[in-house]
T-cell receptor
C-alpha cells in the first residue's frame, strides 16, 4: 500500500486568498487524483494529475481556480485560488494502487475553512 | 453516467448490534464496487471490493455482495464494535477507469 502525506491537515483562510495543498507519496505513481468533499456531501473528483502533462479537470472545475502541479512521480500540489466560503471543504489527494486499476489510496485530507 | 445512492445517516447502534448500510448504483457496463471507510481524523481506506456479479467482498467482519439484478452492494456486519464508528462510503468505477463515483457517505456511531 502507498503512504500519502498531505499538508496542511487543516487551515483557516481569508476570502480572496489562495492556499496550496501538498501531497507526497512514498512510492512512484503515474496518476494522482484530487478530490473535494464538501460538508455533508460525497467526494467529487476535481482533476487527475499526470507527471509530464497538464492535469485533466472534471466538469465544473477549471485550472484558473484549481491549478495543479505534478513535478515528479511522488509529489503534487493543488492550489485553491481566490477563495470564497463556498470553497470550505475537505480536499483529498489520492493515488492509484500498484498492480491493479481498482484500488485507490487516499491521504488524510486537508480541512479548509474560508471566512 | 455512473452514480451511487447510499443510505442516509447518521446511524447509531449499540455494540454487538447488526449493521446494514444500503447502497444502490447506476452504471453502464460492468463496474467494480467498493466500500471505503473513514475513521475519525484519518483518510479513506478501502474496506472491501467486488469486481463482478455475485462476488462477495469481505474484511474485518464486514461483507457486501455485488447484486447485478438489484444493482445493489449493501454493507453488513453481524456484530459491530465501538471501533467501527466511522463514515462509510460506497463507490464504483469502470474496470478500465481509475475515477471513482462515491455515495454521500453514512456516519455510523457505535455506543458501548
Amino acid at each position: 500500500s502507498a503512504v500519502i502525506s498531505q499538508k496542511p491537515s487543516r487551515d483557516i483562510c481569508q476570502r480572496g486568498t489562495s492556499l496550496t495543498i501538498q501531497c507526497q507519496v512514498d512510492s512512484q505513481v503515474t496518476m494522482m487524483f484530487w478530490y473535494r468533499q464538501q460538508p455533508g456531501q460525497s467526494l467529487t473528483l476535481i482533476a487527475t494529475a499526470n507527471q509530464g502533462s497538464e492535469a485533466t479537470y472534471e466538469s465544473g472545475f477549471v485550472i484558473d481556480k484549481f491549478p495543479i502541479s505534478r513535478p515528479n512521480l511522488t509529489f503534487s500540489t493543488l492550489t485553491v485560488s481566490n477563495m470564497s466560503p463556498e470553497d470550505s471543504s475537505i480536499y483529498l489527494c489520492s493515488v492509484e494502487g500498484s498492480g491493479t486499476n481498482e484500488k485507490l489510496f487516499f491521504g488524510s485530507g486537508t480541512q479548509l475553512s474560508v471566512l | 453516467g455512473n452514480s451511487v445512492t447510499q443510505m442516509e445517516g447518521p446511524v447509531t447502534l449499540s455494540e454487538e448490534a447488526f449493521l446494514t448500510i444500503n447502497c444502490t448504483y447506476t452504471a453502464t457496463g460492468y463496474p467494480s464496487l467498493f466500500w471505503y471507510v473513514q475513521y475519525p481524523g484519518e483518510g479513506l481506506q478501502l474496506l472491501l471490493k467486488a469486481t463482478k456479479a455475485d462476488d462477495k467482498g469481505s474484511n474485518k467482519g464486514f461483507e457486501a455482495t455485488y447484486r447485478k439484478e438489484t444493482t445493489s452492494f449493501h454493507l453488513e456486519k453481524g456484530s459491530v464494535q465501538v471501533s467501527d464508528s466511522a463514515v462509510y462510503f460506497c463507490a464504483l468505477n469502470k474496470w478500465n477507469d481509475y475515477k471513482l463515483s462515491f455515495g454521500a457517505g453514512t456516519t455510523v456511531t457505535v455506543r458501548a
